[in-house]
């Protein structure tokens, strides 16, 4: 007996957590009482071969555990029988709450019973604190959470099937994902039918002090736009015949406050721009941090909040952490005072603004323990969240108008005053920079250097890129931040937009399916739709509705358009597009086709004639060691690399691309690569030259 009660009290706690990363990071702080294991991600879904929901039966999901995880299924049910308690700690969101839910169901574990915890960052004190503080499983999370997965499975399920057969197979449509497409297509229509208007800028440069400039603005006090080559020279003649005083001095100091901390959406928009991460690289690298990284001397740490949030919430002891480490820091004039309001209220404000879990933890000091894109995207979120904290920066702006007859000239000078935040998180633009003007009196002549014309046109509206175009559908109200990175992989996978550099282009294949969304589904790519649609989904959140009444108020006019679409739209014919080659099988012409990996050239004889070859871009640039064409390629994982189109004859390649420039140190080619000192790198390894 005495034997059986000591196993009895040596019985551990289980946590399940998603990741084995978590899971390890986890199991530190919680020490030998405790077991901690992960799921790997869901266990239960909708099955991948059928609809998986019984539309008959009020849209009941048709759960099934995913396959290929029986064996951790089997695991985590073994595990759970042996332990005194299992409490569930996924992720503290819908997609979380749902796959909390699931585990209870398979587990055979109470969801009306505390046996789920919640954190929204991973470290010792806020795991030990969540452990005493488990709660019942939030139904109003898992019906939201499900609502999202029926409506998007019957939009996918039942668009995709019929757009394989009236165009072609691997074709998709979504909730989110078509109405993010018909926006860049929107954009390139508007682009294409821009018509630019020609207008002229006059400058008049002046010689006082280190000399400056101002624009022509106004015409007998009203605004003035010179819109032809003619009006430019008539302009310059007339001010020509008289003199330039000061007009008007307007002294003011301008106060820029700091930017609220990272929201998903801001995060992945400002890592596009500064580090030039893409959305899915951005996510994959904050979970890296979120999850927990081992920090020298210090062990294993979590050290940002939760990744995918909609808040500028900050808790108070953050605020306080914060406060303390300014004033000690940078002095108690930088400590700010700020208040950030969130866009929406009720869902979003359940979880914080994403920050550095340790305001102590500076990036610097743990630059060895990061990868070099680790600490890139730490070193931005804990400078985003000091300066969030921080006091406006402060200007001394003087605005001057300067006058000849009835033109008025303007231009602004701006000095620095106050730093504030800008001392740890400074601005890309060029507005905060010193712009000084000397000392001027209103009625003081001035000297003119010159006076100038310069004609420009008006610009179309810039193509979306990533970070715009999450922008974009943030302020629409489509999708959530769990959602932005998929719909841009998606789309570009499906080949319905191109990359140009870094500007996202509809391709013809795109602006097909847009129609026929357009014409046959008209709600599912309405902006208008999506966004109050996504309110509904809130609704359910915060137990304001059922979740089975939006699908049952979705699925009755959305499957008649169902039924008429097939039935009208007869099937699409896309035509291949001539390479010039020649096959040199049989002689016929060679297309470019677009299979399951990707564009490849064919033989327009197929299926007598079976010739492919991969697309091969040149670069222009003759290889070093046999003279041909450098091209690009793709690794067999899918890397981009420059090879010589001689292989495997010739073994020549470059990870980067190689330009028709030797290395004045080595005679190596030299290749584009970014850096401080420059564009342009030497592709020999032993040699540091850089331009």
């Not at 060679?590 to 991969?614: D, H, Q």
């Amino acid at each position: 007996m005495a034997t059986a009660k000591k196993k009895a009290t040596s019985k551990k706690t289980l946590v399940i957590v998603e990741s084995p990363s978590k899971a390890k990071t986890i199991g530190k702080y919680l020490g030998s009482n405790y077991k901690v294991i992960a799921s790997v991600g869901h266990v239960r879904d909708l099955p991948k071969s059928k609809l998986g929901i019984d539309i008959d039966n009020d849209f009941e999901p048709q759960y099934i555990p995913i396959r290929g995880k029986g064996d951790i299924i089997k695991d985590l049910r073994k595990e759970a029988k042996k332990a005194s308690k299992v409490y569930l700690a996924t992720d503290p969101d819908r997609e979380g709450e749902a796959i909390s839910w699931h585990l209870a169901y398979l587990l055979g574990l109470d969801p009306t019973a505390p046996c789920r915890i919640v954190f929204n960052e991973i470290t010792k004190t806020t795991i030990k604190e969540a452990i005493k503080h488990p709660r019942q499983i939030d139904l109003n999370l898992v019906d939201a959470q499900q609502a999202r997965r029926v409506l998007d499975r019957l939009v996918g399920y039942q668009i995709s099937p019929l757009l394989w057969r009236k165009v072609r197979k691997g074709l998709s449509a979504g909730r989110v994902q078509s109405a993010a497409l018909k926006i860049i297509c929107d954009r390139e229509k508007e682009i294409q039918a821009f018509d630019p208007k020609e207008y002229w800028t006059i400058t008049a440069a002046f010689s006082k002090g280190k000399g400056f400039s101002a624009r022509l603005a106004e015409y007998k006090k009203k605004k003035i736009v010179v819109e032809n080559k003619q009006q430019n020279d008539h302009i310059l003649q007339e001010l020509k015949k008289g003199d330039y005083y000061v007009a008007a001095l307007h002294q003011k100091e301008r106060m820029k406050k700091p930017y609220a901390p990272f929201t998903t959406s801001s995060l992945q928009q400002e890592a596009s721009t500064r580090l030039n991460f893409n959305t899915k690289k951005t996510m994959l690298i904050a979970q890296q941090l979120y999850e927990g990284v081992e920090v020298k001397g210090q062990g294993t740490i979590g050290l940002i909040t939760y990744l995918r949030t909609d808040s500028v919430r900050i808790s108070d002891e953050a605020k306080a952490a914060a406060a303390a480490f300014i004033v000690d820091r940078y002095g108690s004039e930088y400590r700010g005072h700020n208040v950030f309001s969130n866009k929406k209220k009720d869902i979003q404000d359940a979880h914080e603004a994403i920050r550095p879990s340790n305001v102590s933890l500076e990036p610097d000091d743990i630059k060895e323990s990061l990868t070099p894109e680790q600490y890139k995207l730490y070193r931005l979120i804990w400078q985003r969240f000091m300066a969030s904290q921080m006091a406006a920066a402060r200007f001394d702006n003087l605005q001057v108008e300067i006058e000849n007859g009835d033109y008025t000239f303007k231009t602004t000078g701006s000095k620095l005053l106050f730093d504030g935040y800008q001392r740890v998180y400074k601005n890309n633009s060029d507005e905060d920079k010193d712009k000084l003007l000397p000392a001027l009196d209103t009625g003081e002549k001035l000297t003119v250097k010159n006076v100038s014309g310069e004609q420009n046109f008006t610009q179309p509206p810039s193509r979306f890129t990533e970070a715009s175009l999450v922008k974009e559908l943030e302020e629409k109200n489509i999708g959530r931040p769990s959602t932005y990175a998929p719909t841009v992989g998606t789309l570009s996978e499906r080949k319905y937009v191109k990359r140009e550099k870094k500007s996202l282009v509809p391709t013809e294949l795109g602006f097909l399916v847009t129609g026929l969304m357009e014409d046959y589904f008209h709600e599912i790519v309405d902006v208008n739709f999506t966004a109050a649609m996504e309110d509904h989904l809130d609704d359910v959140e915060i137990d304001k509705l059922a979740w089975k009444k939006i699908i049952r108020d979705f699925y009755g006019p959305f499957e008649k358009e169902l039924k008429a679409a097939d039935a009208a739209i007869e099937k699409v014919q896309i035509e291949d597009q001539p390479t010039g080659e020649v096959c040199e099988v049989c002689g016929k012409p060679m297309v470019l086709k677009v299979g399951r990996f990707g564009e490849f050239i064919a033989c327009s004889g197929y299926p007598e004639c079976k010739n492919t070859k991969p697309v091969v871009k040149s670069t222009g640039v003759p290889c070093p060691k046999c003279g041909k064409d450098i091209v690009a390629r793709k690794s067999k994982r899918g890397k981009l690399f420059f090879g010589c189109s001689g292989y495997p004859d010739c073994d020549q390649s470059y990870w980067y691309r190689p330009v028709d420039k030797k290395c004045p140190k080595c005679g190596a080619l030299l290749v584009e690569k970014k850096s401080k000192t420059g564009n342009l790198a030497c592709s020999n390894a032993e040699c540091d030259y850089k331009e």
